[in-house]
């Protein structure tokens, strides 16, 4: 059973930084991609950034583009999501998912999702 166990989030002030971690279990990621998403009260699930496994290669949102990084460590199996000059706007919960089949900006594609993680940023 696939699990994604996200963590790092919190809360803290505009220009912070935080890393999120999300570790998978169950299963070694080496195909498809990971990705972040982002839920804010009242809004839909936003793409934030995803990560292409065997090329390598990262994709982000124009709102966090220069801001965000997502990272791996295929030892231990985890994407990481590190959030610099962190922005009122950015508050939500972010949720990490997986799919083995390809790279998408929204939801549907993905089979599996981590629990999600608060990220709180105060002006």
């Known amino acids: 059973q696939v699990q994604l166990v996200e963590s790092g989030g919190g809360l803290v002030q505009a220009g912070d930084s935080l890393r999120l971690s999300c570790a998978a279990s169950?299963?070694?990621?080496?195909?498809?991609?990971m990705a972040w998403f982002r839920q804010a009260p009242g809004k839909e699930r936003e793409f934030v950034g995803a990560?292409?496994?065997?090329?390598?290669?990262?994709y982000y949102a124009d709102s966090v583009k220069g801001r965000f990084t997502i990272s791996r460590d295929n030892a231990k199996n985890t994407v990481y999501l590190q959030m610099d000059s962190l922005k009122p706007e950015d508050t939500a919960v972010y949720y990490c998912?997986?799919?083995?089949?390809?790279?998408?900006?929204?939801?549907?594609?993905?089979?599996?999702w981590g629990q999600g993680t608060q990220v709180t940023v105060s002006s």
């Open positions: 998912a997986a799919t083995t089949r390809f790279l998408a900006r929204v939801p549907g594609p993905y089979d599996y």
């Open positions: 169950g299963r070694t990621f080496r195909s498809g991609a």
């Open positions: 990560l292409w496994w065997s090329a390598g290669s990262t």
